[in-house]
């Protein structure tokens, strides 16, 4: 059931009409990328200076982000959008350990990649914690000068709010005029 091979057609997928082609089927090592690997609205073409005078140091948190202008060293679709920690830094590209969760096994493994620096981004993920750090540790130095009383640091969640009672006055009943529309 080969249809001509001189046309570029696969086989007939079973059930399909005698004759008819079915769609090539493609697992390219960047297959289903046409959103992931496009740039955003007016950020298209040369990449910024900055990308490149940007400093990273072991131990950072980085995302990693494909930029489609730089071909080389990007890493696999599979890790586009994950945050990583950098673990060596070269000339042109930094090495990042990246947790990659593996269906097969249900194991999370780390896996180490190098990557240009055009497809990675400083991470905002810790600014939040180290923010409440900074802040923590001046109320920590005011409560021992004796400026400010002792206080909890710890963050608590946010509880439900207190019960209360709705006070509503008398209902109030209300009819129509009767042959008000006849004016």
Do not use: W
């Not at 007939?12 to 090539?24: F, Y």
């Amino acid at each position: 059931d080969r249809i001509a091979s001189h046309e570029g057609l696969r086989p007939t997928a079973q059930g399909a009409k005698k004759g008819a082609a079915t769609m090539p089927h493609s697992f390219g090592y960047r297959a289903r990328t046409r959103d992931m690997f496009s740039r955003p609205f007016r950020t298209k073409g040369m990449i910024k200076l900055s990308t490149y005078m940007t400093t990273y140091k072991r131990g950072d948190y980085v995302d990693i982000k494909c930029n489609p202008a730089q071909h080389k060293g990007m890493p696999h679709k599979g890790f586009h959008g994950r945050t990583g920690i950098v673990y060596n830094v070269t000339k042109r590209a930094v090495g990042v350990k990246v947790n990659k969760y593996v269906v097969a096994g249900g194991k999370i493994l780390e896996k180490r990649i190098n990557v240009r620096v055009e497809h990675v981004i400083p991470s905002k993920c810790r600014l939040g914690h180290i923010e409440r750090v900074k802040k923590n540790d001046e109320i920590k130095k005011a409560v021992k000068a004796g400026k400010m009383e002792k206080q909890n640091l710890k963050r608590t969640p946010v509880m439900p709010r207190q019960a209360y009672t709705v006070k509503l006055s008398e209902p109030e009943t209300i009819q129509p005029i009767p042959y008000s529309n006849m004016l």
